[in-house]
């Protein structure tokens, strides 16, 4: 367990800060109080006169009497005087204890009265993401520092939500815009090369920009994908994630591979557009980066609270310092060919991201990988009303 101060909650150090304080000032005021005390309760000592109301006759006229009787009275003096000045202690000391306790109940309660606005700023702050921004910490009921720190969040969150509107809005329209010229280019292509008139040169390179146009179709496909999947996912369903390794088997060609299935039913709650393109992406990522007499292995499996599909394929070796660079936006890594345009396991990770799911992407020693995805079976409902404190 660590007790060092620097791992204390704020809570603890200003409570603690308190009660340090209040305690420092207790023990000055007994010291000053025995001080005075110990000044004020002076009287006869060994060697002093006795007071003559405090002697009788006979010591007056008996010198050797006189003397014991001055002894007795100061000792008895020293005796009251150290008693008084032990039960001042004593008592003092007790009480300083008990306001001692009480103080530091009243630092932590107050302490916590302070802290609690600000809790909701850390609370927010650590909920909200980037496809969460639009909600707000709203907080009221002051003008102090809190107050101007929670202001100044939900101004940063309100201008990052309309940046990250815009850049969506910008991708989908520039995609949306750049598909009509590719399909009009895609049909005048088609049309000359069917034309019975048209040469072999034409009809192949004809061919080869059909590919390269085919190409690009996709990549604007990926790039829709990824601003939608920035957006709230508005239709939550619940699907089971077998039906969808079926389906994007039925629809990847995977020739001269072995695959093999394992799927259980997995039911979850999600988008079923975006979890749809996260699974044909993955197998088409196993198939393009595979090797020839290759195999896939897939499966899903549902647990309590999750269901988990796991993808592994054979391949070329991945060095494990080259996986950061294959999730990076238009990343194919070193030596990967094919028609892929670096993508999609940017849009897996988004996807992923988007439903509060986790995924791993691990090079096999072997050759190829192991991918796994675990999704939650519900997804968190995110309330965006505003909160207030005292």
Same mark, same amino acid.
């Given at each position: ?74 000792? &008895?003096? @020293? ?11 004593? =008592? ?37 993401? /980037?496809?969460? $921004? ?9 003008? /102090? ?8 969040? #939900? ?45 072999? /040169? ?18 604007? &496909? ?16 619940? %699907? ?41 992406? $993955? ?51 070193? @030596? ?23 995924? %791993? ?8 990988? #192991? ?7 519900? =997804? ?9 404190? @005292?």
């Amino acid at each position: 367990m660590n007790l060092h101060p620097r791992t204390w909650t704020l809570r603890a150090r200003l409570t603690t800060t308190f009660a340090a304080l209040f305690t420092l000032a207790g023990v000055i005021v007994l010291g000053v109080s025995y001080a005075v005390v110990s000044a004020t309760l002076t009287g006869p000592g060994p060697g002093q006169r006795v007071p003559r109301s405090q002697s009788t006759n006979q010591d007056r006229t008996d010198p050797e009497a006189f003397a014991e009787a001055t002894r007795l009275v100061a000792e &008895e003096w @020293d005796s009251q005087r150290s008693a008084t000045l032990t039960s001042l202690l004593v =008592q003092s000391g007790i009480a300083l204890l008990l306001t001692m306790a009480l103080a530091t109940l009243i630092g932590w309660l107050l302490a916590g009265r302070t802290l609690r606005r600000l809790r909701l700023v850390t609370e927010t702050a650590k909920r909200v993401t /980037d496809t969460s $921004l639009h909600e707000r910490i709203g907080l009221e009921g002051g003008s /102090d520092e809190v107050q101007e720190l929670a202001d100044s969040v #939900d101004a940063m969150l309100a201008r990052l939500d309309r940046s990250f509107d815009s850049q969506a809005r910008f991708v989908a329209n520039a995609s949306h815009e750049l598909r009509t010229p590719l399909a009009v280019e895609r049909t005048l292509l088609e049309v000359e090369i069917a034309e019975p008139d048209a040469s072999e /040169d034409l009809k192949r390179i004809g061919g080869q920009l059909l590919r390269i146009n085919e190409r690009h179709e996709l990549m604007l &496909e990926d790039l829709l994908t990824l601003a939608q999947s920035d957006q709230p996912l508005a239709q939550m369903e619940e %699907h089971d994630l077998s039906d969808f390794v079926t389906y994007a088997l039925s629809v990847t060609p995977h020739e001269n591979l072995e695959v093999v299935t394992e799927l259980e039913p997995a039911a979850v709650v999600c988008a079923p557009g975006l979890i749809d393109r996260l699974v044909v992406n $993955l197998i088409a990522n196993a198939v393009r980066h595979n090797c020839a007499d290759g195999w896939i292995r897939i499966s899903t499996r549902a647990d309590l609270d999750k269901v988990t599909l796991t993808i592994s394929n054979s391949g070329t070796a991945i060095p494990p310092h080259d996986v950061p660079d294959l999730l990076l936006p238009f990343s194919r890594g070193r @030596d990967r060919t094919g028609p892929g345009h670096g993508l999609g396991l940017s849009i897996v990770a988004t996807i992923v991201q988007r439903h509060n799911g986790q995924w %791993h992407f691990v090079p096999r020693g072997d050759g190829g990988a #192991d991918v796994s995805v675990e999704l939650p079976k519900k =997804q968190p409902r995110i309330s965006v009303a505003s909160r207030s404190a @005292d």
